[in-house]
């Protein structure tokens, strides 16, 4: 097993190779930290702290904790270098930036001076709770497999003739591509029969002799989960704090990816030359879900909270378009082929549902003099715990009339079962505060959702920050610096060893939140 | 929408930044994460036993009402007070109307997210009738759905209509195979089932040795160069051996709405 250190943040995009696979779930489920910058800068923690906007998306019984007003307003600037090995090959570097949204939105403090020992609030706020901007590129030699197995595995497992598996709504969109290119096509060799082969090995399967394929894949993605919810809190005897808040999460993805391979051993009249798959897929969609949480307050000091959050149901959209260019030296011509020629013109489309995994969250805060006087606040030190629950994604047929394809989502949820498995998420972080100027810092580390060992997926956020608070005003800054590890699968085989590209990610986040007290 | 969503915040942000009033631009700003200190409390009153028994508070106005149970209620003093408003403004108060001018600038209900809230009964949003509490986001799928009608019958040359459910292009359940994440070495190949069997665990991500135009392939990666002998590890069996019975025999993913006609492939024209 691989010790290497993950960073992931945008390299949530890099799993997602495909479209309505288990990856996807985890994509749009494998949260990154997200807040206002005083958040961000102590680790995310906000399940027992409260008095903070990013309440709102953790534990909405903090939203309790106000008896004043704030409007909040937090951009951000997102940066990353990923870099790829594979297969033995130099690393590749892939960078890139982007803005981002941190916690923004209102909270309404509402006490009544007839009742000081209760209260209530109310919140809207917005937050980028993912983000897709990615990119990864990797290159190599294999002498092993090609990305063409995959489809020849697919339609000789189909058991359909070659012209019905390039129009059955069976076969993959790839494999029905590769069939039209001739980049699969039927072999016969003595002692083997007949054999559906990736023309990329037909000449070593045919004379048995070793191949030799360069390798490439970049990918690129965008977008990401920005959520507005609307909580309401209550406060009893400032002891019991309790909340719910009301999630809609906003999802928009779109991914470009080029594959190429091509022969690396300078050979004419081996059947193969070079063959590219261009793709570019979107998944758009909304969703809701509810989050409760509760904070209790023995004394003044201490502050221990609890908050659940219910899956989030999402309808989603999904669109594919890809292109297959082939050339294959003495094979055939050069050939390409788009998914409007085999769809009838049209670009497919697919709607479906999607069920994200539960969160449950508990965490301790101690307050150095929880007082009013703003002289004599001292500090605070506070930590999470958080679960999540990736095994439970769930995908269901979104589409009248065609019950079959609950068989396919069946097989999918099934997958996921087994490869993801729930993961525990630790974070930490405090604050000290000199009267009108605080200093914080935090850490957070995301665990591994994936079941199998061999598979890195955890993550690691070491943060910092700086604010100032006076006059009715507030202004935060922090920096977020990520190291994550990630592995994506350039092609998936049934029936044979699979290779993967090993991705170190680093890069951070700065943020600012300025807010005004009324 | 996302952006514009940002920019409306940020242009909320900037008009609340330049133009805001802040009630704490003098003296200590408060700090909810440690000390929220809400509103100043009223005065406690002294020497009524009774009054401090509940925690009362002394009202400069001394219309307060009593319930039946002889005890202070706030609430009916805050509708009497709001009655004397509306009645003296010449409007009727609430209960005999929808709209109401002075549900808002009720001074007692701006802290009250009960019944007589205007945020609650008044809102659009409260109707269980109202279709904003339905999920007819444009994504969800089960609306009812939208199909793309080719005009005159001619598919390809698409024109566009609604409430009609036709036959759409063929494609697949997915875009991509799931039948990659399956495992289909061990099982019959003839048909087409997903396999509720993930075969993960077996990879590899290194090459054997130099490439050498010569070398046998299967001496490579665990076959046997000196036979002709299946190597599953890097040659696993994929027959091509077709059903007669294509696309809709048992456990077949069946076709979800073929087109017809269909595409073949061209002719290859290499060796």
Known sequence: ?518 | MIPKFSGLLAGIAVVALSSCSSVYKSGQTPDDVYYSPGKPVAAVAKGDNDTEDRGEYVETNKRRSYNRNNEYDSYNYRDDQYMRMMISSGRRPYGYGYYDDFAMMDPMMYNNWRWNSYMTWNSPWNSPYNSMWYWNSFYNPYCRPVYVIPSGGYIGKPGYGYGNVVARPSRPASAFGMSSYLNTSSNSNRTYKPYSYYRGGSYNNSNSREYNSGTSRRSLFGGNSNNNNNSSYDRPSRSYSPSSNTGSSSGSRPSSGSSGGGVSRPARTGN
């Open chain 1, 1 to 518: 097993m691989r010790k290497s250190i993950l960073f992931l943040f945008g390299s949530l995009a890099t799993l997602g190779a495909w479209s309505q696979v288990p990856e996807d779930a985890l994509r749009m489920s494998w949260s990154t930290p997200s807040g206002t910058a005083r958040n961000q800068a102590i680790g995310g923690v906000m399940t027992s702290l409260g008095g903070d906007i990013t309440a709102n998306f953790i534990n909405p019984a903090g939203i309790a904790l106000y008896k004043t007003s704030e409007i909040v307003f937090s951009p951000g600037y997102n940066f990353f270098n990923n870099k790829s090995t594979y297969r033995g090959s130099a690393e590749t570097n892939a960078k890139s930036s982007s803005f981002i949204l941190g916690t923004s939105g209102l909270v309404f403090g509402i006490s009544d001076r007839y009742k000081p020992n209760k209260s209530s609030a109310f919140s809207i706020a917005v937050n980028r709770s993912a983000d897709f901007n990615n990119k990864i590129a990797y290159s190599g030699t294999n002498n092993f497999s090609s990305f063409s197995e995959a489809y020849a595995a697919e339609v000789a497992g189909s058991g359909l003739s070659i012209d019905d598996a390039l129009n059955s709504s069976s076969i993959s969109f790839p494999s029905r591509m590769a069939l039209y290119t001739y980049l699969v096509d039927t072999l016969t060799t003595e002692g083997f029969g007949t054999e559906v082969v990736g023309t990329p090995m037909r000449y070593a399967l045919q004379h048995d002799t070793a191949f030799l394929l360069n390798q490439s894949n970049t990918i690129e993605t965008s977008g990401g989960i920005t959520e507005v919810a609307i909580s309401f809190a209550g406060n009893s005897n400032d002891k019991f704090y309790f909340g719910g808040s009301l999630g809609v999460p906003i999802l928009n993805y779109e991914r470009n990816s080029v594959y190429t391979e091509t022969d690396a051993t300078n050979q004419s009249n081996n059947y193969f030359n070079s063959a590219t798959l261009r793709e570019r897929y979107t998944s758009k969609g909304v969703g809701v879900n509810l989050k409760l949480g509760a904070i209790f307050k023995p004394v003044n000091f201490i502050r221990v909270g609890a908050a659940i959050h219910t899956p989030t149901l999402y309808g989603l959209k999904d669109s594919y378009d890809a292109t297959m260019e082939t050339d294959l030296d003495n094979y055939n011509e050069p050939t390409s082929v788009t998914i409007r020629e085999l769809n009838d013109g049209y670009t497919p489309e697919y709607k479906y549902d999607l069920t994200s995994p539960w969160r449950f969250l508990v965490g301790g805060s101690y307050v150095f003099h929880g007082v009013e006087d703003i002289k004599q606040q001292r500090g605070f030190i506070s930590a999470d715990l958080e679960y999540v629950t990736y095994s439970s994604n769930r995908f269901k047929n979104g589409e009248e009339n065609t019950i079959d394809n609950q068989e396919y989502y069946d097989a999918v949820n099934s997958v996921i079962k087994q490869i993801y498995k729930g993961a525990l998420n630790a974070k930490i972080g405090g604050e000290l505060k000199f009267n009108t100027i605080m200093a914080r810092a935090g850490f957070a580390y995301y665990g591994n959702p994936y079941e199998d060992k061999d598979l890195d997926g955890k993550r690691m956020y070491i943060s910092g920050g700086v604010g100032y608070r006076d006059k009715g005003f507030f202004i935060d800054l922090a920096y977020v610096h990520r190291l994550t590890d990630d592995v994506n699968f350039p092609y998936r085989l049934p029936d044979k060893a699979n290779t993967y590209a090993e991705t170190k990610g680093s890069g951070g986040n700065v943020i600012v939140t300025a807010g005004i007290k009324f």
